[in-house]
């Protein structure tokens, strides 16, 4: 199977900084990553796939860089509804797998 | 718009079973794949189990395969997972999940909880 390593697992933040996520696959998925973002109760949201593709709807500050086996989500400008919960998930190969998640906190 | 409705989530003894079902509206159900993905309490997301827009091949995490089934009825537009054999490290709560080819997931239930404890 393949392994999603996401870093840090929790990262404190102010609104405006920018903030960045990486995520690892244990061997190369190519392009086929996606990102989503949780709230508490909530069902995930689709944010970025194919690794830099932005989901209709969600905002530019949003974006994905990488291919292969290192990933990045940016959040150029955190804003106050941005503090939550980020996953990657590759989709190159079942089973689908999902990192561990990011948490975004307030600092 | 799409709508997707699980249920069938309870309270059940270890290696009790359970059916979860997904009723699904707002696209054409036969012709997309679908998902079940799993989030135990306080936990990250956890893929469960696959299947393709026909029924005709299905995937599974290796933590659940031969205990969980999943199959599909396209003239209901609905899915369902089987699930038996249950474990306390099944505890969840479940969402299915829409994808085409390409296995990620714009649109997600709202969840069903499934709780194995004695």
């Known amino acids: 199977d393949i392994q999603m390593t996401q870093s840090p697992s929790t990262l404190s933040a102010s609104v405006g900084d920018r903030v960045t996520i990486t995520c690892r696959a244990s061997?190369?998925?190519?392009?086929?990553l996606a990102w989503y973002q949780q709230k508490p109760g909530k069902a995930p949201k689709l944010l970025i796939y194919?690794?830099?593709s932005l989901e209709g709807g969600v905002p530019l500050r949003f974006s994905g860089s990488g291919s292969g086996t290192e990933f990045t989500l940016t959040i150029s400008s955190l804003q106050p509804e941005d503090f939550a919960t980020y996953y990657c998930?590759?989709?190159?190969?079942?089973?689908?797998?999902f990192g561990g998640g990011t948490k975004v906190e307030i600092k | 718009e799409v709508q997707l409705l699980e249920s069938g989530g309870g309270l059940v003894q270890p290696g009790g079973s359970l059916r979860l079902s997904c009723a699904a509206s707002?696209?054409?159900?036969?012709?997309?794949?679908m998902s079940w993905v799993r989030q135990a309490p306080g936990k990250g997301l956890d893929w469960v189990s696959g299947?393709?827009?026909?029924?005709?091949?299905?995937y599974y995490a290796d933590s659940v395969k031969g205990r969980f089934t999943i199959s599909r009825d396209n003239s209901k537009n609905t899915l369902y997972l089987q699930l038996n054999s249950l474990r306390a490290d099944d505890t969840a709560v479940y969402y299915c999940?829409?994808?085409?080819?390409?296995?990620?997931?714009?649109?997600w239930g709202q969840g069903t909880l499934v709780t194995v404890s004695s």
């Open positions: 707002g696209f054409t159900f036969s012709t997309y794949a």
């Open positions: 999940a829409p994808s085409t080819s390409a296995t990620y997931f714009h649109h």
């Open positions: 194919m690794a830099s």
């Open positions: 299947i393709n827009y026909s029924g005709g091949s299905t």
């Open positions: 998930q590759q989709y190159d190969t079942y089973p689908i797998t």
């Open positions: 061997q190369t998925i190519r392009s086929w």
